[in-house]
Nanobody, 112 residues
Framework: QVQLVESGGGLVQAGGSLRLSCAAS????????MAWFRQVLGKERDFVAG????????YYADSVKGRFTISRDNAKNTVYLQMNSLKPEDSAVYYC?????WGQGTPVTVSS
């Protein structure tokens, strides 16, 4: 059974950086896309960034282009989300997802 465990969230001031990690276990993911989403309480869960496990192709929401970078470590079955120039509107719970499986989420709070 696939399990995803996110980590790296926290409190940071506007303009700061955080790096989120999503460690996957239970299966290899040679042909999937792993993605990060985020959700603010009471709102829909929105796509943030994705990466193809096979060729490393990346995808970003317009709101994070140029500030966030998604990457993967195939050997560790882990995906990262480097978040720079953070804004208060980036505050949310961040989730990773692969093949229909969600992690438990890690909260990010950006103070102004």
């Amino acid at each position: 059974q696939v399990q995803l465990v996110e980590s790296g969230g926290g409190l940071v001031q506007a303009g700061g950086s955080l790096r989120l990690s999503c460690a996957a276990s239970g299966r290899t993911f040679s042909s999937y896309t792993m993605a990060w989403f985020r959700q603010v309480l009471g709102k829909e869960r929105d796509f943030v960034a994705g990466i193809s496990w096979s060729d490393g192709r990346t995808y970003y929401a317009d709101s994070v282009k140029g500030r966030f970078t998604i990457s993967r470590d195939n050997a560790k079955n882990t995906v990262y989300l480097q978040m720079n120039s953070l804004k208060p509107e980036d505050s949310a719970v961040y989730y990773c997802k692969v093949d229909g499986v969600w992690g438990q989420g890690t909260p990010v709070t950006v103070s102004s």
